[in-house]
């Protein structure tokens, strides 16, 4: 079984989270569904009248029958955002403490970082392929380094990134290796909650966003070992994630096969996009993408980008993180047909 040097937890985690008492609610305290409810001053009239389960039990029970997971290795947040918040608030001293992100990646990691007060180290994808370049990563992890983030599939880029990179830093860190698999789903190889029981220190974050077709709802998930699962527990706000999202979420998961079909008709069309982009002399490079959207590179993506927005036509402009480059979502067939004819006009 792989080692990791992974120090004992209760070194990681900031000295007021080890001794916070958390909010005790109503739920804690009496978790049956049958009786006269009287103990957290609900209103007695309504059809969302009651606070839901605070720790999604029927949620996590089905998500862990589906991914072969226990469930007290699974948390459920409000979007994966909140996920990443409480990440910082456990492990990472403010003013003290730093984190490793991988640029270009997903901007939400520096903008918790930043409002936690965690300083940021950047160590930048390779050029082109954007895989980790981890003898650099390991080079900038120092005392006080707490968290590395590795987006795969990588947001904007779309790209896998290999897991030997990935196991190489798991195995030579002594902090919390973060692998955010928003876009798993889609991709060609397997999740890496497989590895969970050989790695303490990965945590592993998805979400109903993007697959499952429920961004609307906020449930994001993070998998880890069951102490750390804990930490998360006694952190969060006690109502995190509300009836309604928790029945969303139950209902998806009811329905595997319309999941099935309609990831299969995203996977279909990515490939006839990829293949009309490519009739297009106007798009010069479009890089290999194991998610849901495509990152192209255009001879002038500002005149492309605002010349589809006045179609009607709305992409993510991306200059500022891979020049001259826009990320375009597979939409339905309409939405790319649509997409296409703008692009050819």
Same mark, same amino acid.
């Given at each position: 079984?792989?080692? !990791?040097?992974?120090?004992?937890?209760?070194?990681?985690?900031?000295?007021?989270?080890?001794?916070?008492?958390?909010? !005790?609610?109503?739920?804690?305290?009496?978790?049956?569904?049958?009786?006269?409810?009287?103990?957290?001053?609900?209103?007695?009239?309504?059809?969302?009248?009651?606070? *839901?389960?605070?720790?999604?039990?029927?949620?996590? /029970?089905?998500?862990?029958?589906?991914?072969?997971?226990?469930?007290? /290795?699974?948390?459920?947040?409000?979007?994966?955002?909140?996920?990443?918040?409480?990440?910082?608030?456990? +492990?990472?001293?403010?003013?003290?403490?730093?984190?490793?992100?991988?640029?270009?990646?997903?901007?939400?990691?520096?903008?918790?970082?930043?409002?936690?007060?965690?300083?940021?180290?950047?160590?930048?994808?390779?050029?082109?392929?954007?895989?980790?370049?981890?003898?650099?990563?390991?080079?900038?992890?120092?005392?006080? @380094?707490?968290?590395?983030?590795?987006?795969? *599939?990588?947001?904007?880029?779309?790209?896998?990134?290999?897991?030997?990179?990935?196991?190489?830093?798991?195995?030579?860190?002594?902090?919390?290796?973060?692998?955010?698999?928003?876009?798993?789903?889609?991709?060609?190889?397997?999740?890496?909650? @497989?590895?969970?029981?050989?790695?303490?220190?990965?945590?592993?974050?998805?979400?109903?966003?993007?697959?499952?077709?429920?961004?609307?709802?906020?449930?994001?998930?993070?998998?880890?070992?069951?102490?750390?699962?804990?930490?998360?527990?006694?952190?969060?706000?006690?109502?995190?994630?509300?009836?309604?999202?928790?029945?969303?979420?139950?209902?998806?998961?009811?329905?595997?096969?319309? +999941?099935?079909?309609?990831?299969?008709?995203?996977?279909?069309?990515?490939?006839?996009?990829?293949?009309?982009?490519?009739?297009?002399?106007?798009?010069?490079?479009?890089? *290999?993408?194991?998610?849901?959207?495509?990152?192209?590179?255009?001879?002038?993506?500002?005149?492309?980008?605002?010349?589809?927005?006045?179609?009607?036509?709305? @992409?993510?402009?991306? !200059?500022?993180?891979?020049?001259?480059?826009?990320?375009?979502?597979?939409?339905?067939?309409?939405?790319?047909?649509?997409?296409?004819?703008?692009?050819?006009?």
């Amino acid at each position: 079984m792989p080692q !990791s040097p992974f120090r004992d937890l209760g070194s990681l985690v900031r000295k007021n989270i080890l001794s916070l008492k958390p909010y !005790s609610s109503a739920r804690d305290e009496f978790s049956g569904k049958d009786g006269v409810f009287l103990d957290a001053n609900e209103n007695p009239f309504g059809e969302l009248n009651r606070y *839901p389960d605070p720790y999604q039990r029927e949620l996590k /029970q089905k998500l862990g029958k589906l991914k072969n997971v226990p469930a007290e /290795q699974i948390f459920i947040g409000n979007g994966s955002d909140e996920v990443i918040d409480l990440t910082f608030r456990i +492990f990472c001293e403010p003013g003290k403490d730093n984190i490793i992100i991988c640029p270009p990646t997903y901007g939400m990691y520096e903008v918790s970082a930043n409002i936690n007060d965690v300083a940021v180290q950047k160590v930048d994808l390779t050029e082109g392929t954007f895989q980790l370049n981890t003898e650099k990563i390991l080079g900038a992890i120092n005392k006080n @380094t707490k968290l590395i983030f590795v987006c795969c *599939p990588n947001n904007p880029t779309g790209n896998g990134v290999k897991w030997l990179d990935i196991k190489k830093i798991l195995e030579n860190f002594n902090g919390i290796v973060v692998v955010d698999e928003a876009y798993i789903d889609f991709a060609s190889y397997k999740s890496l909650i @497989t590895e969970l029981p050989n790695y303490q220190n990965l945590l592993i974050m998805q979400t109903f966003s993007k697959a499952w077709g429920l961004a609307g709802a906020r449930v994001g998930i993070a998998y880890a070992d069951a102490k750390i699962i804990s930490l998360f527990n006694k952190v969060k706000p006690p109502y995190n994630v509300s009836e309604l999202n928790q029945k969303a979420a139950l209902k998806a998961l009811d329905n595997c096969p319309e +999941f099935e079909k309609r990831k299969n008709i995203i996977l279909k069309e990515k490939i006839l996009i990829i293949n009309k982009l490519k009739e297009l002399s106007k798009v010069k490079n479009i890089y *290999p993408s194991e998610a849901n959207f495509l990152l192209i590179e255009v001879d002038n993506a500002d005149n492309i980008y605002n010349d589809l927005v006045s179609k009607k036509v709305i @992409t993510r402009h991306r !200059s500022n993180l891979v020049k001259n480059c826009i990320r375009i979502t597979i939409g339905s067939p309409e939405e790319n047909e649509k997409l296409i004819n703008a692009l050819k006009q």
